[in-house]
Every structure is written in structure tokens, then in C-alpha cells.
């Protein structure tokens, strides 16, 4: 009896190759539900099948051998597979509707044709669900994440024909360019936040040049930690102002009253918390400046 053969690397590279451990589990993204999740699930699918070197059975690349028998049942094995992974993906009524169909690639098209919105229609969706967000109780982060999930589908939407050759004007156009895009991204992340944030807001605009949207970020979740830490803590003191003041006289210091910093004359924060006072972050253009100073 004679020992099998060795699988070269090769072979495993061949998309009619099944490893051992593909199976009908072997991806795993949330379920399709219709248009509104459809871009990104087919995202997800594509970069999970192209990983097992199976994208071209749903892009149309990988055919059907016709000259020979063996390696049409290899096909056969793969494209079934590829169903197998795609119907173990949706609800289950999108997969009542697909479950006959016999080809991968159609199987995906027919997906596609139903729930691909237009490129007009989706960026409409996205540029008005971009002008509406808000804050709200969302934590700064979860806010932020909404935020750069619609940045990035827009992203992919509008894609730029490739520069072949890139002269230094170009290269300057198109930092100027990213510039746009990205001081456009601060001010939609700083037009939602909530107005308890105010005063920070005043602060990173008057910086300049302008910081990034994530260096906003950092801050505004210093911030948000600061506060939260100080809620914590908030309740314990007001107990003991409410025993130490007088019901005839309430003491003018628990009267609320807008806080004015005495080293900058700037509303909205206190000198303890004043840049001017503690230092500015590293990122801030006065940062350096303050460092030579000293």
C-alpha cells in the first residue's frame, strides 16, 4: 500500500483546495438583515471568504472546469461550501428565499441586486444619519465610534482615481485635501457633543492649527473620566453642605454661579484646571513653547 501524498503549498493556495477544518461554521459575522446592514456584511463576507481563498466563487472569477471531471468535483465541493458559509450568514428569511439556488456567484448577485442601495440613495443615508447624530448619553467613545463608522462607508464611496504620477503639486493638493476632510470631521465630531462640553470646545477651537479628530477625543475623555470620577464623589459632599448651611440663610458659596478662571479670565473652567496654569498636552502647539520657557 503506498503512503499518501505529501499537499504541497501549492495546492493549498488553489481555491479548489478544502482544508480539513473548513466547514459550514467556519465563518461567522452577524446575520444579513436587509439593506441597512447589507454593505456591511458583504464587507465582512468578502474579506472572511478571500482569507480561504474562496472570493472568487462569489465574485465570478472562479469557474466551473469543463475539461475536466475531477477538478469540476472539486469545484462542485467548493461552490457548495460557499453556500453553506453565505446561508449560514443571513436571517432566516433571507435564507428561506435563496436556499434552491444552486451557484454561488448567482446566489451572491441576487443578494447584491435586492439589498445593494444605490450609491445615491446610501450616501443621502449616510450624509443625513451623519447630520443628525448626537451625543446624548452615549459615552464619548461610543459617540466617536458612531461617528467614524459613517466617515468610513462614505470613505469607501467616494474613491479617488489613482494618481500614476505624483509631482509635488500634487502631493500638496492633496494635503490640502485631507486637511478639509479631516478639520470637516472635527467640527460634525464637536457639533454633537453635548453642551456640557462647552468650554473644552472654546478651548480646542482657538488652537491652532487645528488638532485632529482623535486628539480631540483624548481630550474630551479626560474629561468625561474627570467627571465621571467627580460624580462619584459629588453626592458625599452636597450631604454634608446640606447639614453645615443654615435654613434661614443658605451660605452664598452653594449658590450657583458661573465659574470664571482667574488666571486666563476664560469662562467655563477653573484656574486648577486652566492649561495655562497645569501645562498644555503635548500635542498642543504652546506645549513646546511652555517647555523652553521653563
Same mark, same amino acid.
Given at each position: ?198 468650554? $473644552? #470646545? !472654546?478651548? *480646542?477651537?482657538? +488652537? /491652532? %492649527? ?11 475623555? =479626560?474629561?468625561?473620566? $474627570? #467627571? !465621571?470620577? *467627580?460624580?462619584? +464623589? /459629588? %453626592? ?11 435654613? =434661614? ?10 465659574? /470664571? ?34
Amino acid at each position: 500500500m503506498g503512503t499518501p501524498a505529501r499537499l504541497s503549498y501549492q495546492d493549498m493556495l488553489n481555491p479548489l483546495f478544502l482544508h480539513p477544518s473548513d466547514n459550514a461554521n467556519s465563518i461567522q459575522v452577524e446575520k444579513l438583515q436587509g439593506s441597512s446592514d447589507y454593505r456591511s456584511w458583504s464587507r465582512s463576507m468578502e474579506i472572511n471568504l478571500a482569507s480561504k481563498r474562496k472570493l472568487g466563487f462569489v465574485n465570478g472569477t472562479v469557474t466551473k472546469p469543463t475539461d475536466d471531471n475531477t477538478k469540476a468535483e472539486m469545484w462542485e465541493a467548493c461552490n457548495n461550501m460557499v453556500i453553506a458559509l453565505i446561508t449560514g450568514n443571513v436571517s432566516p428569511t433571507v435564507r428561506q428565499s435563496i436556499m434552491f439556488m444552486t451557484n454561488a456567484f448567482e446566489m451572491w448577485k441576487n443578494l447584491e441586486k435586492r439589498f445593494m442601495l444605490t450609491n445615491g440613495s446610501r450616501k443621502y443615508k449616510l450624509c443625513k444619519d451623519l447630520y443628525e447624530v448626537r451625543q446624548h448619553t452615549a459615552s464619548v467613545n461610543e459617540y466617536y465610534t458612531t461617528m467614524k463608522i459613517l466617515w468610513e462607508e462614505l470613505d469607501s464611496m467616494n474613491l479617488l482615481p489613482p494618481i500614476l504620477c505624483l509631482t509635488d503639486e500634487i502631493k500638496t493638493f492633496l494635503s490640502k485635501v485631507e486637511l478639509q476632510k479631516e478639520e470637516a470631521r472635527l467640527f460634525q465630531f464637536l457639533n454633537g457633543l453635548n453642551e456640557a462640553y462647552g468650554p $473644552q #470646545r !472654546s478651548q *480646542l477651537l482657538m +488652537i /491652532t %492649527p487645528l488638532p485632529t479628530v482623535e486628539q480631540v477625543v483624548a481630550v474630551i475623555q =479626560q474629561e468625561e473620566a $474627570q #467627571r !465621571s470620577l *467627580l460624580s462619584a +464623589i /459629588t %453626592p458625599d459632599v452636597e450631604l454634608s453642605a446640606l447639614y453645615s448651611k443654615s435654613p =434661614q440663610s443658605p451660605s452664598p458659596q452653594y449658590v450657583n454661579k458661573p465659574v /470664571t478662571c482667574t488666571a486666563c479670565n476664560v469662562k467655563g473652567h477653573t484656574r486648577e484646571k486652566c492649561w495655562t496654569v497645569i501645562g498644555f498636552p503635548k500635542w498642543h502647539p504652546k506645549y513646546r513653547a511652555s517647555l523652553n520657557l521653563s
